[in-house]
């Protein structure tokens, strides 16, 4: 029996998919590839596009999560806020605040203090 005219779509579209996932790196998922072929003019469903990428066994990159960071317990004291949120100072060196920030990059967390 001849090849239905899904499967004939399917295989279309797979080799589309692979087009568009490669061109980019290899880095978009389902939901971007189906973005750049609608913007392309093809009507596809986005879980078809999660279908076949499956079946293709192709995969976007996964955003990795935050650093993991110290979460005190309950329990323990935090530092008192000694200024009150009035972040103005009168006089040179008479407030001093500090915080601190996690970057990412591409050889791993940066960690900025500022003060």
């Known amino acids: 029996r001849p090849p239905s005219a899904r499967s004939l779509r399917d295989e ?20 971007k590839v189906h973005a750049a072929l609608v913007r392309e003019g093809v009507e596809v469903a ?11 066994g192709l995969r976007g990159v996964i955003r990795a999560k935050g650093p993991r960071i110290t979460r005190p317990a309950p329990e323990t004291d935090r530092p008192a806020d000694l200024v009150e949120r009035q972040f103005t100072a009168t006089t040179p ?23």
């Open 46 to 56: 986005r879980c078809a596009v999660e279908r076949l990428m499956r079946q293709a």
């Open 93 to 115: 060196n008479q407030l001093w605040v500090a915080d601190i920030t996690y970057i990412r990059t591409f050889s791993g967390w940066v960690y900025a203090a500022f003060v």
């Open 12 to 31: 279309q579209l797979t080799q589309e998919i692979r087009r568009i996932h490669a061109d980019n790196y290899g880095v978009y998922g389902a939901r």
